[in-house]
């Protein structure tokens, strides 16, 4: 399980498409994701972002159950099937940009935690923050709330509060062809190594 996660402007819709092409031309079996899902709840929440119609406390609460439903109805069956998965988010960006509204980082994870596995690797896309502003159009406070340099900030400073060794930093101010190939220099050796370990 692949995920990939950073501010936004980082490219990581791309490189979840790139990633998946390869490793398919590979012969992996690949299910392709991102959160907020497509379901219901992941609906609302995209709603939420364009609209912000909802308290802080009714979209992590979304978060949560479209998160459940992602994991029961795609996530582990597809492991359980030796499919490889690669989101476009999970419960790391819930960490950040809820975390940017007053929640607990650490009190989000161990949440998540109780129902939705761990990634083998988790790819943090790294941009600067001028950077990523200019890639998401935001100028003077324009954009929704998350778009704001100061969240950018914070959420980046929660994401490198993640420091587990399935972490890998990713620059993301290089070309997109370059970041694709710092990813697969990652993800490789990682698959070989954990297809070595299924084997019987």
């Known amino acids: 399980m ?11 819709s791309t490189q979840v498409r790139l990633l998946s092409e390869t490793l398919r031309k590979q012969g992996v079996r690949v299910t392709q994701s991102r959160e907020p899902t497509d379901g219901p709840f992941g609906r609302k929440l995209r709603d939420s972002a364009t609209t912000g119609r909802l308290s802080a406390e009714e979209e ?16 582990n069956p597809a492991l359980k099937t030796g499919e490889v998965v690669i989101l476009d988010r999970y419960y790391f960006s819930t960490m950040a940009y ?6 607990d980082p650490r009190e989000i994870r161990q949440t998540n935690e109780q129902f939705a596995p761990r990634p083998d690797l988790l790819l943090l896309l790294e941009l600067s923050l001028d950077t990523a502003i200019a890639r998401i159009g935001v100028r003077d406070g324009q954009g929704n709330e998350f778009e704001r340099r100061e969240s950018l900030q914070l959420c980046r400073e929660i994401f490198h509060s993640i420091t587990d060794d399935f972490v890998h930093i990713i620059d993301a ?7 694709h190939e710092a990813i697969m220099a990652v993800v490789q050796p990682a698959l070989v190594s954990l297809l070595d370990q299924d084997a019987p």
């Open 173 to 179: 101010d290089q070309p997109v062809e370059q970041a």
């Open 98 to 103: 809820q975390g940017t509204r007053g929640f």
């Open 2 to 12: 692949i995920v990939l996660e950073g501010i936004d402007g980082t490219g990581k």
């Open 60 to 75: 992590l609460d979304l978060f949560h159950k479209d998160r459940q439903e992602h994991v029961e109805t795609l996530i």
